[in-house]
Structures are given as structure tokens and as C-alpha cells.
């Protein structure tokens, strides 16, 4: 007879040794649904048997390798995970088995640099990411950093919660650094995954908000979540259709295109500030020196949020405050799910059930 020493599972069941996972095994290569060995939980880490996990416009490009920095194949994607926490790893102590937590894409940061000793943690160097860095929530099983996961309440549906955990807290934290404060008139560019959430915050803080996309049913959407006024800029321009309405204090540029970023500078007025946050493939826009400056126009760069930010994303949606618009999908569709997504088929989120 031989004795193990297993980690902590205060009686769970114990998880399987291999699990399905979507995996990324050579960019721009469909992903194979396959069965990988669990992870070995490191120190710090915990164990989460998934329950769903959003497909995030970030999740196509690492699948890709779009950007400048790019994840290694074979990997998993996801960072939309939320499950029950089934297993801690060596040392844990912020969560319990039994928990439910979303695993965002700040996975993992180092806790004691000059950004995160300042509440700037999306910032530190030494950052892994969720499904980029290490692998993320496309799979019954996830290993993620007990100290970066943040709890759901009880109150949260987990399908909301997956959204929440990226397109929520990315859009929460851009009003935020947009500084939108009651009256404000805040532009959003692009109404989908994000775009939906980020109308919402923006009302909350007391914003008018114009919703910007290229799709008819999509703006009808922004405005049953709270947009005062619509633009489609496939048919009028955009820059126009605002300064018209006096100009935006905020615009907020989420759709994952220069030309949409560069429409949203032109439609501040005066002391305007435009918040980046979506990533396009092309990494290049052209904005004016001169009336940046005679304008006094802000630019800021905002990139998803801290664990705070996530709490307090989670504690408005437990108060009924915002709506998560989501379709929910079995793992397997996630090509096809991806395809729709680029294609701009989907009203906001897709959301992978596990
Ligand atoms: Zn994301
Ligand atoms: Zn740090």
C-alpha cells in the first residue's frame, strides 16, 4: 500500500487526471477540443473546475499571434474562467475550496514593485496572463493564482460572471480613467463584448452616452442599455454626428480598428480626453500634433483592471445595476465561434459552458 500526499481538497472529489480543453497548438490553426493532463498546482496556485469561460476578442488574436508579444503553442486560452475552486496548492490562504472566482487576465503579478505597491498592478513587469502566459479557462480544469482570482458572490450568475471578468472589468476601469463624472457627454466606439458594458458604466457615472457601431442591431442594443443617442458610422460620419451634439468629454475606443480610434479623437470637444482600449492587429494610427495640443486633448491608455476594480464590477451586477447581454455554447463550437465573432454575428458576449 503505498500513502500519497495529496494536496488539500477538504473532501471534494478528487478532480481527473486529464480534462478537455480547447487548445492553441499553431497560430492561425483551428483549435482542437483535447484531453490534457490536470496541471501540478505550484505554490500559490489553486485548482478550478470551470463552469464557463467568455470568448474575448483577445482570445482570437493570442490564438493568432497577432501581437507583438506573443503566448507559446501549445496553450490554452481564456480569461473569462469562472468555476468553483476544487483544490489549493502549497500555501494558499485567500480562497477556500468551494469558492467561486473569476480568473481574469491579470493571472498573476508580483506584488511588491513600484506598481503594485501603488494599486497599479496591471502595470507590473513581472505579470502573467490567463490564457496567454499560462493556460486560461477553455477547459473543465484551470490552475490559477489564488492571490489574482477574485470571489463571485452568490448573488452573480457565473454565465454573467464570465463576461464580467474581462469585457466588465476592462470597460468599468476605462470610465474610470476616462474620469467621466454626471453630465458628461462620452462617446463609445464599438457596441459589442465591451462596447454593451461600457455604456452601462458610463450611465452609471452619470454619463450621456452616445453609442457608436457600424451595425444597426447593435445600436439598438446600446440603447436599451442606457445610450441617449446613436450613431451608425457606416452611414453618417461619426465626427459630424457628435460635434454636432457639442462634442464628447470622453470617447472611449473599443473597436478593434485605427480608423474607429481616429474617429473618436475627432469627435471630443475641447479639453476632450480618448481612453485606448481596444488592440488592433494593426498597431498604427495617425492622430494630429497640433490640435492635441491646442485642444488640450487627453489620451490615455487603460488596460483591464485590478482586482478591485473586478469586485466592485461583481458587487454592481449583484445589485442589478448592469445586464450582461451572452449566448452560451458548448466548447466544441469554438472555431465556428471565433468565425463569428470576426464576422461581427454575435450581439455581445459568447460565453463557453463547461
Ligand atoms: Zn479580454
Ligand atoms: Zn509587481
Redesign the pocket.
Known amino acids: 500500500m503505498s500513502v500519497r500526499t495529496t494536496p488539500q481538497t477538504d473532501g471534494a472529489i478528487a478532480p481527473p487526471t486529464s480534462y478537455r480543453a480547447a487548445v492553441v497548438h499553431k497560430f492561425r490553426s483551428p483549435l482542437t477540443v483535447d484531453q490534457v493532463p490536470r496541471p501540478v498546482l505550484m505554490p500559490g496556485q489553486v485548482l478550478v473546475k470551470v463552469e464557463a469561460c467568455g470568448l474575448?476578442?483577445?482570445?482570437i488574436h493570442a490564438a493568432h499571434g497577432d501581437w507583438p508579444v506573443k503566448p507559446s503553442p501549445p496553450f490554452i486560452p481564456g480569461?473569462?474562467g469562472v468555476g468553483l475552486v476544487v483544490e489549493l496548492g502549497p500555501g494558499v490562504t485567500e480562497v477556500a475550496v468551494g469558492d467561486r472566482v473569476g480568473m481574469p487576465?491579470l493571472g498573476y503579478a508580483c506584488g511588491s514593485c513600484e506598481y503594485c505597491g501603488s494599486g497599479r498592478e496591471t502595470l507590473c513587469l513581472a505579470q502573467k496572463n490567463m490564457g496567454y502566459s499560462f493556460d486560461g479557462g477553455f477547459g473543465e480544469y484551470a490552475a490559477a493564482y489564488a492571490r489574482y482570482v477574485v470571489k463571485v458572490p452568490a448573488t452573480v450568475d457565473p454565465f454573467d460572471a464570465a463576461p464580467l471578468t474581462?469585457?466588465g472589468v476592462?470597460t468599468y476601469k476605462a470610465v474610470k480613467v476616462a474620469g467621466t463624472r454626471s453630465s458628461d457627454l462620452v462617446a463609445v466606439f464599438g457596441v459589442g463584448g465591451l462596447g454593451h458594458l461600457a455604456i452601462q458604466y458610463a450611465a452609471i457615472a452619470g454619463g450621456r452616452v452616445i453609442a457608436v457601431d457600424i451595425h444597426d442591431e447593435k445600436l439598438e442594443l446600446g440603447r436599451e442599455l442606457g445610450a441617449e443617442f446613436t450613431v451608425n458610422a457606416s452611414k453618417e460620419d461619426p465626427i459630424e454626428a457628435i460635434q454636432r451634439l457639442g462634442g464628447a468629454d470622453q470617447a472611449i475606443a473599443l473597436a478593434v480598428s485605427p480608423r474607429a480610434f481616429e474617429q473618436a479623437y475627432g469627435s471630443l470637444r475641447r479639453g476632450g480626453t480618448l481612453v485606448f482600449v481596444a488592440l488592433p492587429a494593426d498597431n498604427e494610427v495617425t492622430l494630429p500634433i497640433f490640435e492635441t495640443v491646442l485642444n488640450g486633448i487627453t489620451i490615455k491608455g487603460s488596460i483591464?483592471g485590478t482586482r478591485g476594480d473586478l469586485g466592485e464590477v461583481f458587487e454592481l451586477h449583484g445589485a442589478g445595476r448592469t445586464k450582461v447581454i451572452r449566448e452560451t455554447r458548448p466548447l466544441e463550437t469554438v472555431n465556428e465561434s471565433i468565425a463569428d465573432v470576426e464576422a461581427g454575428r454575435v450581439a455581445a458576449r459568447i460565453v463557453f459552458e463547461l
Do not use: I, L, S
Not at 474575448?56 to 482570445?59: G, L, Q, V
Open positions: 474575448c476578442h483577445t482570445d480569461h473569462e487576465w474581462c469585457a476592462t483591464v
